[in-house]
């Protein structure tokens, strides 16, 4: 085995290299990952040194030119440029090589900027929905770009919105996706009019998508099933610590994947009994933190948890450790089906699964839709179709025909 010691630096990263080694044991490289990173910035080292670059001229194009020597000699363990992006980040976080230079911005990501500060700010959108919209608003306009529509908005037609609706990029998705899309496509469309970048309001020239509302059954878990989930949760590790106190935050609370991941340790108040959750248009509720809730998470703050200087109390197990993301939630929740032997679901199924538990409790709808924090009520209303016990009280018989 490789020992730290073995990894010598001998060009201008010398008087950096313990530092950048602290860096990575403080991001939560393990010591053979630390290592691995080391000897890359050793290649990277010598060919500085043999090409007379200095540290300052260190950027990702220079990397570029280093790695695409390298993987011409058949060195293709040094990967991309990413695989240098904490070196990189370190370097210039101590100002010891200049920040990346900016490209010069075009047309598109102009409007797009100013598209994004505005749902930002006017329409008051989280972040992973801005990042959702722009996505929409980026494929719409790249699709018309040319050297006469630079923007992608000039001669803007309903003609022009129809194709896109209708394009490849809708193929194969469902109907909840297409409107999801439309939707998107009318909030830049609105942008558009408001900002004076066009005359006309051309969101409602956007086809609409035809699929009745609310028509299926809300799909929902058995508490055994959610059970096992929390059960299969391997309790003597990091990982496990983590997974049960998601899934308990999850199961128990029926928060959103994104509510989890925004979840800062400042949120909890022990003594009072309650979280904050930051919920859909910036929202803040207070929730009560049940005693299982409660010991799950601190169970994962005592023993599982990083220490590192993140305030997000979900963290990444594998380096670079860092906040977790609604994908990562999801996976997690993927996992834990397997372990238990289910078909893999979304996290969003144990919000539902809490939802119906509730019912059968004898909770009312309105009391349901507050612990949701849902808006509309309407929202709520459609977890009265999986109360099945009370719908066969109401349901009429059905009517014989007479022979």
Sequence with gaps: MRKNSATRIVGPLVPYSEGFRAELSRLGYTPGSAEVHMWRVRRLDRWLAGERIQLTELDERTVHQFLALQNANGHNGLRTVRTFAPLLGWLRAEQLVPPPSAPQASPIEDLLARYEHWLFSVRGLSDRTIERYVVTARRFLEQRVSSAKPSGIEELSGLDLRDFVLGEHSRGLAVGSVKCRVGELQALLHFLHVTGVIAMELAAAVPSVPGWRDRDVPPTMRSADVQAMLDGCDRA???????????????????????????????????????????????????????????????????????????????????????????????????????????????????????????????????????????????????????????????????????
């Design 237 to 403: 590790t990091s990982t496990g610590l983590r997974d049960l106190a998601m899934l308990t935050v999850l199961a128990r609370l029926g928060l959103r994947a994104s509510e989890v991941a925004g979840l800062l340790l400042d949120d909890i108040d022990w003594r009072a009994g309650e979280l904050v959750v930051r919920g859909k248009g910036r929202r803040r509720d207070r929730l009560p933190l049940p005693n299982e809730v409660g010991q799950a998470i601190a169970a994962y703050l005592s023993d599982g948890r990083p220490p590192v200087q993140y305030r997000n109390v979900f963290l990444t197990q594998r380096a670079p450790t860092r906040p977790m993301t609604c994908g990562g939630i999801g996976q997690v929740v993927m996992s834990a089906c397997r372990r238990a032997g289910l078909a893999p679901v979304r996290s969003h199924r144990l919000r539902h699964a809490f939802a119906s538990d509730l019912l059968r409790q004898g909770e009312n709808l309105s009391s349901i839709g507050q612990l949701l924090r849902h808006q509309d009520m309407a929202t709520t209303a459609k977890y009265a179709k999986v109360d099945f016990c009370s719908l066969r009280q109401v349901a009429q018989p059905w009517p014989e025909q007479a022979r």
